[in-house]
């Protein structure tokens, strides 16, 4: 089987831009008008030329959202078991170059953070660590899933790249999700942004999805972090890589998440940010592509945004959240967080707000079928 | 004249009688505390749950589920045989009962059942003693290997998942119930009334909606009216519905190419 890293050869980035820029409103209408979209017709969704046909694109997309996952939305919260950091990603205030405070939970520290996290009811965690092997081991987050698992039906990793047999790791201490941002699928800006660190392998990134799911791996979720490139060359990546797994890993749970990029500490100037309106573009568009994916929206989006895009495709979100390490223990004192929280609702708030809009809030949606 | 026409017109599962030939299921509501008046206005008996959305104790999902009602726990979630397997017990653990809708799957695109995995699973969970209802494709082999394995029941779709197309499947779902000697209740792709409606003229013994009632903006409401339909579906079949000539058989022929038989 090929790898997404040669399917996407296929796909330069001027050939994405040029595609977008020759899409016109007939393009958009076919793409709009079938069922079973190919990726060219994604493509047209999200080129300039359907920017005028947003309303109809949002229709089509409540529709099928409404049809594949009805009125409710699937709640999670993220728990920061370290923010030693050996990257200098030159977005993020986990960068090892940031002078700050670092944290490292121990087993003990991170089974009490998410005893805390599971009496607001929530069934669904997301471990979150930086990229330092030698305090993060993919041992140490295993020990930390066995330790937690009786408190939850669904656990999730967003860790560095792990080989093969570190996601078997994961995979037997019970962890049933992966979630792996590429953060950039243009190479070159990767490198820029990626300077010094273990990360700076683009392609041992890019492929981790494929060795997740080739190790058990129940639910893969990816994404890349907008703002960063322009945005139809890594709007398209994202959907296309999401469509290939669907296709390579049947059997898998495929859902992508729709991050922009948020102020954090340091001086990192957004080149590319994406505005509101193209926001919505991307996940109608990404609906209408992909039906039956879940989307994810973190607390990057306050909750304004995250209210009126759970109708149009969202059926994910994080909620009670603190990107800081130890931020989820009442009484401790947790340093500043990878990113500022657009939305600080308590997982009760955001329930309510969805109520309001007659959407529910589900806690548990997961089983794990494995002894 | 009779006010109801498909009154003391049980069909049976595993020996018992069911009067109710709509089954409703749980997924995909606004909120839970809607489905004890979907229930109450679809008349359903039976209900499906999925292990998945099921948590321990009487929270959740299933503290919304009139107790009268039959439970359905499907295994949703499940890949292989042994998988749906697992998910049943915990469904018995869990106090839900021994009939199981057999749900083994490994399309995350269309959710599409996994014929033979299925027929496996029917056979694992009925020497465990469990009620066995295959959720598959309208495939006569399939059907019949999970006839053979035990299944108290066979549910065909009648299009994927959600889609809400109908019965897209519906030249097959006739075979299997002019072949099988089972209830067959069509589950997934009915998204109106008139589809249920037609599935039960058919013959099939009840049909499952989930989608077409969860998703409607009045859920009580439709849930009433995929309870007529159906009871309209089964009352047309009881009553021997005319045949309905095929286009291009037009009216009898005024010189009977048979007529010289006489």
């Known amino acids: 089987m090929a790898t997404f890293q040669e399917f996407l050869r296929g796909w330069p980035v001027e050939r994405r831009l040029r595609a977008a820029e020759n899409a016109d409103s007939e393009a958009v209408l076919r793409a709009l008008n079938k069922d079973g979209l190919r990726p060219q017709d994604f493509l047209a969704l999200l080129s300039p030329a359907a920017a005028p046909h947003l309303e109809a694109i949002a229709q089509k997309a409540r529709d099928l959202t409404l049809r594949y996952f009805g009125r409710s939305v699937q709640l999670f919260t993220p728990l920061y078991l370290s923010d030693i950091c050996t990257n200098q990603c030159r977005y993020c205030g986990f960068n090892a170059k940031n002078k700050r405070k670092r944290r490292h939970l121990t087993v003990e520290e991170a089974f009490k953070s998410a005893a805390s996290i599971a009496v607001t009811g929530l069934r669904h965690i997301l471990l979150l660590t930086g990229d330092a092997r030698k305090v993060s081991s993919p041992e140490y987050i295993a020990s930390v899933a066995r330790r937690i698992k009786p408190l939850f039906a669904s656990i999730g990793v967003e860790v560095y790249a792990l080989t093969g047999e570190e996601y078997a790791l994961l995979t037997q201490a019970g962890v049933d999700s992966v979630t792996m941002f590429q953060e950039t699928y243009t190479p070159r800006l990767y490198a820029q942004l990626h300077p010094v660190g273990p990360k700076r392998d683009y392609a041992f990134r890019l492929a981790a999805p494929e060795r997740a799911a080739s190790a058990g791996m129940r639910s893969l979720g990816i994404g890349a972090l907008f703002g960063l490139e322009r945005f139809v060359p890594d709007a398209f990546a994202v959907g296309i890589h999401a469509w290939w797994l669907q296709r390579n890993y049947p059997g898998v749970e495929i859902s992508v998440s729709v991050p922009r990029i948020r102020p954090h500490e340091g001086d990192f100037a957004v080149p590319n940010p994406v505005e509101d309106r193209l926001f919505v573009q991307y996940i109608v568009a990404l609906r209408c592509f992909l039906p039956r994916v879940g989307i994810t929206c973190s607390t990057r989006e306050n909750a304004f945004m995250r209210d009126h895009i759970a109708p149009l495709g969202v059926t994910r979100i994080s909620a009670g959240v603190s990107t800081a390490v130890g931020g989820v223990c009442p009484g401790e004192n947790a340093e500043a967080g990878q990113f500022e929280i657009a939305d600080t609702r308590t997982v009760e708030e955001v329930r309510a707000d969805l109520a309001k809009i007659g959407y529910q809030a589900v806690v548990k949606d997961w089983e794990h079928p494995v002894d | ?262």
């Open chain 2, 1 to 262: 004249m009779a006010m109801c026409n498909t009154c003391d017109d049980p069909f049976f599962v595993a020996g018992i009688a069911l009067q109710s030939r709509l089954f409703i299921g749980t997924g995909k509501y606004g909120a839970d505390s809607l489905i004890p008046a979907v229930a109450m206005a679809s008349g359903a008996q039976v209900i499906t749950v999925a292990m998945r959305r099921v948590e321990k104790g009487q929270q959740g999902i299933t503290a919304h589920i009139p107790a009268t009602m039959r439970l359905l726990p499907n295994t949703s979630g499940a890949r292989t045989p042994e998988e749906a397997l697992r998910l049943a017990r915990l469904a018995r653990a869990a106090g839900c009962g021994d009939w199981i809708k057999i749900e083994v799957i490994r399309d995350s695109r269309y959710l599409l059942p996994d014929g033979y995995g299925t027929a496996k699973a029917v056979e694992l969970l009925v020497k465990e003693g469990f009620t066995a209802l295959p959720y598959i494709n309208p495939d006569l082999y399939v059907a019949r290997d999970c006839a053979s394995a035990g299944a108290a029941a066979i549910m065909p779709l009648g299009a994927p998942i959600g889609t809400n197309r109908g019965l897209r499947t519906r030249e097959m779902i006739g075979i299997l119930i002019e072949e099988l000697d089972l209830p067959v209740v069509v589950d997934a792709g009915i998204g109106r009334p008139s589809q249920a409606c037609e599935a039960m003229e058919m013959g099939a013994a009840a049909c499952l909606v989930n989608t077409a009632i969860a998703s409607a903006d009045d859920p009580v409401r439709m849930a009433g009216a995929f309870r007529l339909a159906v009871e309209a579906g089964r009352g047309a079949w009881l009553s021997g519905a005319g045949v309905v000539r095929a286009s291009g058989e037009g009216a009898q022929a005024s010189s009977p190419l048979t007529g010289f038989l006489s």
